[in-house]
């Protein structure tokens, strides 16, 4: 089980993700309204230096928009459990990739369940599951 600690509340806010022995097992970071996490990986050493397993543009800047910091921040714990148990990460795209992948906005509860079946399935079923329908996708 992964555990955050936040580090920074903002400017940027940031998070060590910990495992259950209190280790450093990742890194997460918004600054400039740009998110990444980062997974231990050969060499990690904290701060800035694992495998990034996901990225994200986010409403906040510096900080997270309250109604958007807890989906981001479980979608980031997603990641990085399924890093450490030896999961691909596959791919991230961009809530207007989502958004033209389904064929409408998606709500932002869609993007972080999207977010977090990416990993475990195919786009266009994750899609599918997730908004019900997909542009161009037979049902």
């Not at 920074?8 to 918004?30: F, I, K, W």
């Not at 079946?117 to 037979?138: M, Q």
Request: charged share 20%; net charge negative; hydrophobic share 35%.
């Amino acid at each position: 089980m992964i555990r955050l600690q936040q580090t920074c509340s903002a400017c940027p806010e940031q998070y060590d993700a910990l495992d259950d022995d209190g280790n450093v097992v990742g890194y997460l970071r918004l600054r400039h309204g740009h998110f990444t996490v980062q997974a231990s990986g050969p060499g990690y050493e904290g701060s800035g230096h694992g495998v990034l397993v996901y990225e994200a543009e986010p409403e906040g800047d510096g900080a997270f928009m309250p109604t958007e910091r807890q989906a981001y921040l479980d979608v980031a714990v997603a990641r990085i459990e399924s890093h450490l148990a030896g999961g691909e990460v596959l791919f991230t795209f961009t809530r207007e990739q989502a958004d033209a992948l389904a064929g409408r906005p998606v709500t932002d509860e869609e993007a972080a369940r999207i977010a977090k079946a990416v990993p475990f399935s195919s786009v266009p079923d994750a899609l599918a599951e997730v908004t019900g329908s997909i542009a161009g996708y037979p049902d």
